[in-house]
C-alpha cells in the first residue's frame, strides 16, 4: 500500500524558510516522479514543483525562483524547501506520487500525503 506522510509545516514570518519533507513507503520511489502541491480552503489544488525519477525539477512560476524541489532516494523521501515566503504561500501543502503540473487539478486515484500546513503571517 502506498503511503507518503508530509511533515515540516507551521507558522513563518514572512521571509522566512520552511523545508517540507515527504517520506514515502509501498512503491518504488526512485523510479517515480514525485510532486509537491498546495490548496487554500475553498479553492482548487494547484502544482508547485515536480521532480522527476531523473532529477529534472520544473516549478509554477509562484514557485520557481524561492522554492527548491530535491529527494533522496535511499531514504524514499522528497523535500520542498521554501524561502522567502510570502502571506499568499499560506496553503496546505501536500506531496504526490507521480508528476502532476497544472492548476485545479482533479487527483483522484493520485497517491498523496494527508498535507501539512504553512502559514505565513507577520
Known amino acids: 500500500e502506498v503511503h507518503l506522510v508530509e511533515s515540516g509545516g507551521g507558522l513563518v514570518q514572512p521571509g522566512g524558510s520552511l523545508r517540507l519533507s515527504c517520506v514515502t513507503s509501498g512503491f518504488s520511489f526512485s523510479t517515480h516522479a514525485m510532486t509537491w502541491l498546495r490548496q487554500v480552503p475553498g479553492k482548487g489544488v494547484d502544482w508547485v514543483a515536480v521532480?522527476?525519477?531523473?532529477?529534472?525539477?520544473y516549478y509554477s512560476d509562484s514557485a520557481k525562483g524561492r522554492f527548491t524541489i530535491s529527494r533522496d532516494n535511499a531514504k524514499n523521501t522528497v523535500y520542498l524547501q521554501m524561502n522567502d515566503l510570502k502571506i499568499e504561500d499560506t496553503a496546505m501543502y501536500y506531496c504526490?506520487?507521480?508528476?502532476?503540473?497544472?492548476?485545479?487539478?482533479?487527483?483522484?486515484?493520485?497517491?498523496r500525503g494527508q498535507g501539512t500546513q504553512v502559514t505565513v503571517s507577520s
Open positions: 504526490a506520487k507521480g508528476g502532476h503540473m497544472g492548476f485545479g487539478l482533479n487527483l483522484n486515484g493520485v497517491n
Open positions: 521532480i522527476n525519477s531523473g532529477g529534472n525539477t
